[in-house]
C-alpha cells in the first residue's frame, strides 16, 4: 500500500515562499507521474503541478508557472514544490498524488490519480 504524506504547510506574507515536501512509503516499484494538486476554500479540487518520475518532464498550470518549481526526491521518493511570489490566491489546502501510470505529460485530472495525501495547509496573508 502506498502512503503519501505532506509536510511544509504555514502561513505566510504575500510576496514570501514556501517549500512543500511529499515523502512516499510503498512505492519503490512504482514509478509513475507525481503531482501536487490544491482546494482552495469553497472551491474544487485543481492541478497545480506534475512530474514524470521516469524522464523529469513537467507540466504547471497557468495560475502557478513561473512562480512554482516541482521536482523529485529520491531519498523519499517523493516531490518537492517550490512556492515563490506567493499570492492571497494561492492560499489552499494542497496535497500530493501519485498517478497509474508514466508519460511526458503527466495528466492534469484528478482522476487520473490514483494515491493521495492528507493534505497541507498553505495560507498567504495580504
Known amino acids: 500500500q502506498v502512503q503519501l504524506v505532506e509536510s511544509g504547510g504555514g502561513l505566510v506574507q504575500a510576496g514570501g515562499s514556501l517549500r512543500l515536501s511529499c515523502a512516499a512509503s510503498?512505492?519503490?516499484?512504482?514509478?509513475?507521474?507525481m503531482a501536487w494538486f490544491r482546494q482552495p476554500p469553497g472551491k474544487e479540487r485543481e492541478f497545480v503541478t506534475a512530474?514524470?518520475?521516469?524522464?523529469?518532464?513537467?507540466r504547471y498550470a497557468d495560475a502557478v508557472k513561473g512562480r512554482f518549481t516541482i521536482s523529485r526526491d529520491d531519498v523519499k521518493n517523493g516531490v518537492y514544490l517550490q512556492m515563490n511570489s506567493l499570492k492571497p490566491e494561492d492560499t489552499a489546502v494542497y496535497y500530493c498524488?501519485?498517478?497509474?501510470?508514466?508519460?511526458?505529460?503527466?495528466?492534469?485530472?484528478?482522476?487520473?490519480?490514483?494515491?493521495w495525501g492528507q493534505g497541507t495547509q498553505v495560507t498567504v496573508s495580504s
Open positions: 512530474i514524470d518520475w521516469n524522464i523529469g518532464s513537467t
Open positions: 498524488a501519485l498517478g497509474y501510470s508514466s508519460g511526458p505529460i503527466a495528466p492534469m485530472s484528478t482522476a487520473a490519480y490514483r494515491y
Open positions: 510503498g512505492r519503490a516499484f512504482i514509478n509513475y507521474n
